[in-house]
Nanobody, 124 residues
């Protein structure tokens, strides 16, 4: 089992920045690929970014490219999502997810563990 706890969400003005953190406990974190997803009110959960077990591979949704950066610290069992130039349309609950495989994936169904989410609100 892997337990995931997100933090770092909040209210920010458009153009601002936030760093989300996801602390993992339980099984060996360093063998898990990790992902960030988000869900806005009335919309389906969507992929944001993913990182392989080693951090060597990262992939982003088109909406996140050039503005968001995913990283991980395996020594601290933590994955981060750095968000810059935030827009009102980035408003959503952001979820951290872990998969038993080490390969990064954009598919929600590939993930085995999910956090409870952290709210990000971007004011215009």
């Amino acid at each position: 089992q892997v337990q995931l706890v997100e933090s770092g969400g909040g209210l920010v003005q458009a153009g601002g920045s936030l760093r989300l953190s996801c602390a993992a406990s339980g099984r060996t974190f360093s063998s898990n690929a990790m992902g960030w997803f988000r869900q806005a009110p009335g919309k389906e959960r969507e992929f944001v970014a993913t990182i392989s077990w080693s951090g060597g591979d990262t992939y982003y949704a088109d909406s996140a490219k050039g503005r968001f950066a995913i990283s991980r610290d395996n020594a601290q069992n933590t994955v981060y999502l750095h968000m810059y130039s935030l827009k009102p349309e980035d408003t959503a609950v952001y979820y951290c997810a872990a998969r038993n495989g080490g390969t990064a994936s954009a598919r929600p169904g590939a993930y085995d563990y999910w956090g409870q989410g952290t709210q990000v609100t971007v004011a215009s």
